[in-house]
Nanobody, 123 residues
């Protein structure tokens, strides 16, 4: 499975961005996808995840109410809509896929990773 992330950029605080992650190759409905982020000098942290079958979602407390994860099954694409962005959201954002439908929040549970896309939020 290959994951291609896009949509990052630079915005001012309070702005919005939408990230996309396209999955290609051998996939299945019994997977979950997630977005993680990693700021310089920090560990990679879970942001949001979604079960491909059923669409159940989960979020980190720091983004609840501001970020929304969604999917388009026809396009094999997962999105992360980010609103009310803050400087502390600045990081490289990665999409990740794991076999099995449970959304886990630890990076080690995920089998495939995209290349990352930079999000920079200025104050």
């Amino acid at each position: 499975v290959q994951l291609q992330a896009s949509g990052g950029g630079s915005v001012q605080a309070g702005g919005s961005l939408r990230l996309s992650c396209v999955a290609s190759g051998r996939t299945s409905n019994d997977v979950s996808l997630a977005w993680f982020r990693q700021a310089p000098g920090k560990e990679r942290q879970f942001v949001a995840g979604i079960r491909w079958s059923g669409g159940n979602t989960g979020y980190a407390d720091s983004v609840k109410g501001r970020f929304t994860i969604s999917k388009d099954s026809a396009k094999n694409t997962v999105y992360l809509q980010m609103n009310s962005l803050r400087p502390e959201d600045t990081a490289v954002y990665y999409c990740a896929l794991k076999w099995g439908s449970t959304v886990y929040t630890t990076a080690q549970q995920y089998n495939s990773w995209g290349q990352g896309t930079q999000v920079t939020v200025s104050s």
